[in-house]
């Protein structure tokens, strides 16, 4: 008996649940029969902006229109929730048809206003953005009125305010964190410190101030200027600190120099050169915007020979269609192009490198390390592995090679015998986390036998202490 009293609870409960929902549904679509077309209209209205254009007539349609929703809740009969929508639409066609008068009769002030709203002047210029609203405000209830003169006067008077507030709100919405910075400058003394640096930081607030007070519509230069200015602020805060800290004993002029030099021998170092800095920075510049000055040339060159590619390629397509047949190569080509572009899709550029050599794909693994003289691979590097293993599982036909390299530093034969350690240990890896035909895979050192950077520098050793992992490509 106990069973069945649950049981009959558990029904009632669950009956009561549906009854509900199937009530909350009714209401849903009894009330979008309702009040969908108002909707609409409202929807309509605010985007011609008739809440600003016709204030008074807008305000007594919502109140109609909220007046309409609470009957609603409240389970009214119909008829009275009709009666009040029906008002509601009323009073919205009224607002609508003077709103299309006031889009004419305020066509300047309404201009004016909307460049204010553009530049966010409600927030960074609230007090006459709000003189603004109330003027404008004031001119459309007594054009509603029927006081076309009148209304005209006040929207005359209002007009500058809109005008005024805009370029308020556009000179602090560029300009103030340059005036915040330089200010911080000041605080710390980079009048004494860096003054040709605050100095240009002024100097260059000041213009772009004054370019946005002549012509506030071209933007353009006024916030690149107050963008240079906002870096020479923060440019005068860095020296200011760093000649504190020298003062203070804090840091040393020789490690200020260090920390400076560090970031162009890292440049340095990955652009494949030798960072040369024991008669200041000069030389290796000079260097690097040669090498610089190379990969230029070498990138025109290249997008040369991709226009040429692409008007060959035109080309052959168009003979094909002349003469009705199509190129086993090219299509073979175009899908291993596809494929290329599927598994660099896999990587970021942190983790892997993603190129072609040949009938051969290169998956060069930046973001695998070893531990010194390990062959051991970490957990950090999982996330990487299980990427290359799904770049494998896209290539199911192809062989693959796993390919150890290491730098120059240490004797050839432990260099080759470490580099063959840890491209088994990858391959060891992937088969015990794949379904993979140990045929396919093969694992291979070459010590330091096959650099692909100079050795001499520190990023050079890093880029070749590297696993390649090779997959051929069929045919």
């Avoid at 009769?105 to 966010?120: D, G, L, V, Y």
């Avoid at 930081?201 to 506030?216: D, F, G, S």
């Amino acid at each position: 008996m106990k069973q069945l009293n649950t049981f009959i609870f558990f029904v009632s409960i669950s009956l009561s649940m549906l009854s509900a929902l199937v009530s909350a549904a009714d209401d849903a679509s009894i009330r979008k029969q309702l009040f969908s077309r108002l909707d609409a209209s409202f929807a309509a209205a605010r985007e011609a902006k008739v809440d600003v254009l016709a204030p008074e007539n807008y305000e007594k349609a919502l109140k109609y229109y909220h007046s309409a929703e609470k009957r609603f809740s409240q389970n009214r009969g119909l008829d009275d929730i009709k009666e009040h929508i029906v008002q509601s639409e009323s009073y919205l066609r009224k607002a609508m048809d003077a709103s299309r008068i006031a889009a004419v009769t305020f066509s300047t002030i309404s201009r004016a206003r909307s460049n204010a709203e553009s530049a966010n002047a409600a927030q960074y210029a609230p007090e006459l953005w709000s003189r603004a609203e109330k003027g404008f405000r004031d001119a459309a209830l007594r054009l509603e009125g029927g006081d076309v003169k009148s209304a005209k006067k006040v929207a005359d008077r209002t007009e500058p305010l809109y005008s005024e507030a805009e370029l308020v709100a556009v000179k602090e919405n560029y300009l103030s964190g340059a005036r915040n910075l330089i200010a911080q400058a000041k605080k710390i003394r980079a009048d004494r410190y860096a003054p040709k640096t605050l100095s240009n930081a002024e100097k260059l607030l000041i213009q772009a101030e004054k370019e946005l007070t002549e012509n506030r519509y071209d933007t353009d230069l006024p916030r690149d200027l107050a963008r240079r200015a906002r870096n020479e602020g923060q440019h005068a805060i860095t020296i200011s600190e760093l000649a504190i800290s020298v003062k203070e004993k804090q840091r040393s002029v020789e490690d200020i120099v260090r920390s400076y030099e560090k970031p162009l021998s890292t440049i340095a170092g990955e652009m494949d050169l030798v960072a040369s800095l024991h008669k200041g920075y000069k030389e290796t510049e000079k260097n690097i915007l040669k090498s610089i000055e190379g990969l230029q040339k070498k990138s025109s060159e290249l997008d040369q020979c991709v226009i040429l590619m692409e008007e060959m390629d035109a080309e052959v397509a168009k003979l094909e269609k002349q003469l009705g047949v199509k190129s086993d190569r090219l299509q073979a080509e175009a899908k291993i192009r596809e494929h290329l572009a599927n598994i660099e899709s896999l990587f970021n550029r942190d983790e892997a490198q993603i190129f072609r050599q040949g009938q051969n794909l290169i998956i060069r693994m930046v973001g695998l390390n070893f531990d010194s003289g390990k062959s051991e691979i970490k957990p950090d590097h999982f996330g990487l592995l299980s990427k290359v293993k799904k770049a494998i599982s896209m290539s199911p036909s192809g062989s693959m090679v796993i390919e150890g390299h290491t730098d120059s530093y240490g004797s050839d034969i432990n260099n080759l015998n470490l580099s063959e350690k840890r491209a088994e240990a990858v391959v060891q890896y992937l088969l015990a986390n794949m379904n993979l035909n140990p045929a396919r895979i093969t694992a291979v050192g070459y010590g330091e036998a096959r650099p692909i950077a100079n050795n001499e520098a520190r990023e050079g050793r890093a880029k070749n202490r590297r696993i390649d992992v090779v997959i051929k490509f069929d045919g």
